[in-house]
């Protein structure tokens, strides 16, 4: 069994959770108020401009693959599921699933940026030192969601769209689980992107990643998913818009110890 034929992955538009975060890493908590504080994070609603970010990337799905799909599978998170009515998709019937929900922040979630650096200052700083590896207080790591939850969503992809089109409406976090796995990321190379600034380096509100078995050159379909492009239909300047051959590269016994080493060089 193979993987679908086109995998597309959309991150939910701009929601509440994302404006109070801004504002608050900025020194405005005026968005925390005491309704906001006692509100699980999954029902945060998407925003106006979150509103309109799903309809233009439903409009870019539906005039770059098609309007379509073999399975739709969406967050069980409010936002999620606004994004993905939002998309506009032709007959869609979408499966909601609790695999794709956000990644668990545990007792760091919901709360103003600074109280979260002074309450949980030892647990950030482990953060800062892998952020990969890291586990919030009562949360998931990144591994734990790539491990317990997003290698299950692809055994279901092999099962059941096998040559098809799948779409999926989900978050942030998930996206870059989904992506690690899918190129085979290095540490490395995860690290390096956790820290860079450039925007083509982010996921923001209203991404696509599209993933294709179909060499967009020939147009024949190879056993695996190879490519990949990333756009952001609300900004086309903060993604990179073309398309990215996936290199799931081995290594030798010689270029592991050089990763090793390498890595303790930068410790």
């Not at 504080?37 to 029902?43: D, I, Q």
């Not at 439903?58 to 005039?63: E, H, M, R, S």
């Not at 650096?117 to 591994?143: A, C, H, I």
Request: with cysteine; glycine share 6%.
């Amino acid at each position: 069994m193979a993987m679908p034929l086109n995998l597309i992955l959309v991150r939910h538009g701009e929601s509440e959770g994302n404006v109070a975060t801004a504002l608050s890493k900025k020194g405005d908590d005026s968005k925390f108020t005491e309704e906001f504080l006692n509100r699980h994070s999954s029902t945060w609603r998407l925003t106006p401009k979150g509103v309109q970010q799903a309809i233009q990337s439903g409009d870019w799905v539906k005039q770059n693959i098609g309007g379509r799909f073999h399975r739709c599978y969406v967050s069980d998170y409010d936002r999620a599921k606004e994004t993905a009515a939002g998309l506009g998709l032709t007959d869609a019937e979408w499966f909601v699933t609790y695999y794709l929900v956000e990644r668990c922040w545990g007792d760091l979630d919901v709360m103003p940026f600074e109280e979260r650096k002074q309450k949980f200052k030892e647990n950030l700083r482990r953060k800062s030192m892998d952020p990969f590896y890291w586990v919030p207080t009562n949360g998931e790591s990144m591994l734990d969601l790539l491990c317990s939850r997003l290698e299950r969503i692809l055994d279901t992809l092999h099962r059941e769209c096998d040559g098809k089109d799948a779409i999926m409406v989900v978050h942030g976090e998930v996206m870059w689980g989904f992506r690690y796995i899918l190129e085979r990321m290095s540490h490395a190379e995860i690290m390096r992107l956790e820290h860079s600034d450039h925007p083509h380096d982010k996921i923001h509100n209203g991404q696509i990643l599209h993933y294709t078995r179909k060499n967009p050159v020939t147009g024949e379909a190879a056993p695996y998913l190879n490519w990949m492009r990333s756009i952001c239909p609300s900004d086309l300047t903060l993604s990179s818009n073309g398309w990215k051959v996936i290199e799931r590269k081995r290594f030798t016994n010689d270029e592991l110890i050089e990763q090793v080493e390498l890595r303790h060089i930068q410790l």
